[in-house]
């Protein structure tokens, strides 16, 4: 009798669909991300035992298209709403992306309350969830708010004195900043704190409209695993042990 061979199963390919995000995961002059972002997934397909791929460098925006159409699986850095839940699987790994505004580094003014904002035009990036003390600003401040597509776009906008703040993740911002030689020492982060009292988690998402939505359990579990064995913290670090970030406080 012929030897009953077993059968071997290929592992599922999900498709990450990203942007370019400072620090957390990047496109920088390759087709290959980099990041801190990146290496929690990989270590995650890992132990869940799927593959995993990358999209080219693609909106926020055509990512959470994309999402709801099922044509993608995961994207990472996403804050909860009702909308956004409707069509993903949202799992939440981290509890922090720090926002800050962003000023001029020769603005005399020290911004320590809402109240100062009134006087104030600011930029806020296009599709990005902001934590919901921050939304809440946004909301009372929408007549001098500009929505702008990127983190880049506003720097160069604020240079130009188009605007006069930009609301934007701590991180991501300042990484933009340090990876300009011509920004050094022309920007810093004014004390008022964005921070609230509301949850501030991320999330991995998978699209609920995925032919992969089934793995949500194997990836919630692993996931767990990574944030009780401290890989995501060691991973994504919060912003108060950067130095980059503190020498940019006013």
Known sequence: MAEIQPLVTEAPKLVWCLDHFP???EYDNTDVPTGPSVELMQELARRAGFQLSFTPRTNLARCLKLMEQGDVDLMTNLRYSDERNSYMF???YSTNVAESLFLRATDVRLIESKAQLRSMTLATLR???????????????SRHIAEVDSIEVALEMLLRNRIDGLVAPTISTTEAINAVSSYQQRFKIA???FSGD???????AIARNSPHAALQPLLQHHLQTMIDDGT???L???PESRTEVTELKQ
């Open 191 to 193: 004390p008022l704190d």
């Open 90 to 92: 949202l799992l939440r």
């Open 232 to 234: 995501v913290k060691r």
């Open 198 to 204: 509301a949850p501030n988690n991320i999330h991995l």
């Open 236 to 238: 994504i670090r919060p």
């Open 127 to 141: 599709d990005y969830l902001y934590n919901p003390a921050t939304m809440a600003l946004i909301a009372e401040e």
């Open 23 to 25: 620090h957390f995961h």
